[in-house]
């Protein structure tokens, strides 16, 4: 099916809402997540860093009695942290898009036609 772009000029004024209901509105959307997927994403993206993984097989070797330096909650601590600042700083950075997006896809725009 053709795809129908009306221009505002005002000449098809009478039946645009049966045109336009048919297609998705164009709007905009440069955030990474959303609220189902943001802890499954970011817990991976988190754990594509070296450093990351190095402190969880630390954690992971510190479960064995046999290998036990530390408690394991002062072995967890270091990464529960970095995990939790990087996921907030996601969080802030994604809802600050979402809310940019949501001006930019709210304005007005004007069509001019030839």
Not at 6 to 19: C, E, F, I, T, Y
Not at 49 to 56: A, P, T
Request: charged fraction near 20%.
């Amino acid at each position: 099916k053709w795809r129908i772009v009306l221009p505002d000029n005002g000449r098809h004024w009478n039946n645009w809402k049966q045109v336009s209901t048919f297609y998705p509105r164009n709007g905009i959307r440069t955030t990474k997540y959303t609220w189902f997927t943001f802890l499954p994403q970011s817990l991976l993206r988190q754990f594509h860093r070296l450093g990351n993984l190095y402190f969880l097989f630390l954690v992971v070797l510190n479960c064995f009695p046999q290998v036990e330096v530390f408690h394991r909650e002062i072995t967890m601590l270091p990464l529960v942290v970095v995990l939790l600042a990087s996921m907030v700083k996601d969080a802030i950075e994604d809802y600050r898009k979402y809310q940019y997006d949501k001006t930019i896809n709210f304005t007005k725009t004007r069509v001019y036609d030839k």
